[in-house]
Nanobody, 130 residues
Framework: QVQLVESGGGLVQPGGSLRLSCAAS????????????IAWFRQAPGKEREGVSC????????DYPDSVKGRFTISRDNAKNTGYLQMNSLKPEDTAVYYC???????????????????WGQGTQVTVSS
């Protein structure tokens, strides 16, 4: 549905912070990010892809798994057609490729399911190491 491009990944020490960005675009002048739910997923080598955050299209409610709750914060700037993932107190186990995803009229609830999202970015590497 939309083109998504992640940025902001890199190498950071344990306890450090990173902010990932997800720029959205579509070939139409009528496109607005307002009607899209946004989610972030991550995948480490040899492991399954897991959801780490979601923000709804309707009431803008958010959802986080216990593994990142209290450390990660998802946000959006619809005027810039951009979503963000602020990551604080990073741990080595947070090392993974991080992907943003979007789905029109998506409401975040329950476990994050990658099948709910049609549009995906290419991913950005986050490495947490001393």
């Amino acid at each position: 549905q939309v083109q998504l491009v992640e940025s902001g990944g890199g190498l950071v020490q344990p306890g450090g912070s990173l902010r990932l960005s997800c720029a959205a675009s579509r070939f139409t002048s009528r496109f607005t990010l307002d009607n899209y739910g946004i989610a972030w997923f991550r995948q480490a080598p040899g492991k399954e892809r897991e959801g780490v955050s979601c923000i709804s299209a309707s009431d803008r409610s958010t959802d986080y798994p216990d593994s990142v709750k209290g450390r990660f914060t998802i946000s959006r700037d619809n005027a810039k057609n951009t979503g963000y993932l602020q990551m604080n107190s990073l741990k080595p186990e947070d090392t993974a490729v991080y992907y943003c995803a979007a789905a029109i009229f998506h409401a975040c609830s329950g476990d994050l399911d990658q099948a709910d999202f049609r549009s995906w970015g290419q991913g950005t590497q986050v490495t947490v190491s001393s």
